[in-house]
């Protein structure tokens, strides 16, 4: 893993893009505080609450969570131009899923009204209340997972929904990420001030180590 166990930090792992980094840090995270939520996956979520299943108590909703990491493996795809943030959240008020259970519908969720790709709504009509089902089978509270400790479990890739607001004084970034490396934002202000003192095209052309 990338960094040490949840049982040392108790850590929680958010990414953001860099365009909503500062007033993130100012301000917090609520769950729809990006215009994207409702432009991109508002609908979504709000599919997966339509059939919850009866193991999930009625303060978890997709549609209302922030969603974060307890880690990531060391060969995991980072996302350029985000950052990533180590968060601290009630662990009271978080549900573990299998994120994999979820990303299997994403693609032909929102495939299914585009002209060419009536398979993917009849897909989703066939095979998408099964789909979800298991998802919320296979969920848990965060308490319950730090017992059992499913995140570890091969195949279990697990998504935190956090069900409170994160407020600025709980939130750290950690690394930025560019397309050409991973680095802590004193890494970066470091990297930033000796380009200005090199030669332009040091500045321009010097590759970025982490």
């Known amino acids: 893993m990338t960094f040490e ?57 997709r549609k209302k969570a922030i969603f974060a990491s307890m880690n990531f493996k060391k060969t995991h795809n980072w996302h350029s131009h985000t950052a990533l ?16 259970k979820a990303n299997i519908l994403f693609e ?23 789909i979800v089902e298991e998802y919320w089978l296979d969920s848990l509270s965060l308490i319950e997972n730090i017992k059992v400790r499913r995140d570890k479990e091969e195949g279990y890739d697990a998504e935190i929904l ?6 600025p004084e709980d939130i750290q970034c950690i690394f930025i990420i560019s397309d050409h490396s991973i680095m802590s934002p004193d890494k ?12 332009k095209e040091s500045a321009l052309h010097g590759n970025i180590h982490p």
């Open 188 to 199: 970066w202000t470091k990297y930033f001030k000796e380009a200005v003192c090199k030669p």
């Open 5 to 61: 166990d949840f049982s040392v930090t108790g850590a929680l792992y958010h990414v953001v893009s860099i365009i909503d980094l500062e007033k993130t840090l100012a301000e917090g995270i609520r769950f729809d505080d990006k215009t994207t939520y409702f432009e991109k996956y508002y609908h979504f979520h709000d599919y997966f609450d339509k059939y919850k299943t009866p193991n999930i108590p009625p303060w978890v909703f």
């Open 108 to 130: 032909p969720f929102i495939l299914q009204n585009i002209k060419g790709f009536e398979e993917a709504k009849d897909f989703i009509e066939r095979k998408g209340p099964k």
């Open 162 to 167: 956090i069900f409170h607001d994160i407020p």
């Open 85 to 100: 943030l180590k968060i601290k959240a009630d662990i009271n008020r978080c549900w573990v899923c299998n994120e994999n």
